[in-house]
T-cell receptor, first 111, second 114 residues
């Protein structure tokens, strides 16, 4: 029940295309869903986060879509750029409890 | 504002030894969390400290321990090192806690066990 399942494990997208990464969770008590971006040799950095009272949140080229009934949320990267090549992690938490991370998606944007 | 600082960046130890990793949070942040990152298991939560008290704990053996000082700096200790402890250890800080607020990560300590 504490798991967050992320797919795909790896993704290759052409420059200018849309990158989509999906996550699914079981624990309906989760109330915070962040996405983190990690470059090689660096720690994860918060990209964007959403709470279950909204279905979509957009920040620049990054959008989270949230489907409460399906217990799924996804990250969309519009107009993907080579600089977006990184590993992306979804996560979920309940209240002040620990963050549970997905397994990560290695995204490669081909120029 | 300075970010989260972890020292050392790299460490090589042998089985059976112990190790201490250090984390300096962002100024004003009172919560420090530790994570283990491996290719097979991904990012796994170790524990969280807030105001010098352990507030959350993950599913790791007692060989993994930590503490937090009055200036919010934190240390993590691993005793009787095993080969499987080879990993990137990440520290994250936040204002109030590990849950529903941004976690600011350091760049980690890469621990290799020979």
């Amino acid at each position: 029940q504490q798991q967050v399942k992320q797919s795909p494990q790896s993704l290759i997208v052409q420059k200018g295309g849309i990158s989509i990464i999906n996550c699914a969770y079981e624990n309906t008590a989760f109330d915070y869903f962040p996405w983190y971006q990690q470059f090689p040799g660096k720690g994860p950095a918060l990209l964007i986060a959403i709470r279950p009272d909204v279905s979509e949140k957009k920040e620049g080229r990054f959008t989270i879509s949230f489907n409460k009934s399906a217990k799924q949320f996804s990250l969309h990267i519009m107009d993907s750029q080579p600089g977006d090549s990184a590993t992306y992690f979804c996560a979920a938490s309940r209240g002040a409890q620990k963050l549970v991370f997905g397994q990560g998606t290695r995204l490669t944007i081909n120029p | 504002k300075a970010g989260v600082t972890q020292t050392p960046r790299y460490l090589i130890k042998t089985r059976g030894q112990q190790v201490t990793l250090s984390c300096s949070p962002i100024s004003g942040h009172r919560s420090v969390s530790w994570y283990q990152q491996t290719p097979g298991q991904g990012l796994q939560f170790l524990f969280e400290y807030f105001s010098e008290t352990q507030r959350n704990k993950g599913n790791f053996p007692g060989r993994f321990s930590g503490r937090q000082f009055s200036n919010s700096r934190s240390e993590m200790n691993v005793s009787t090192l095993e080969l499987g402890d080879s990993a990137l250890y990440l520290c994250a800080s936040s204002l109030w806690g590990v849950g529903n607020q941004p976690q600011h990560f350091g760049d980690g300590t890469r621990l290799s066990i020979l």
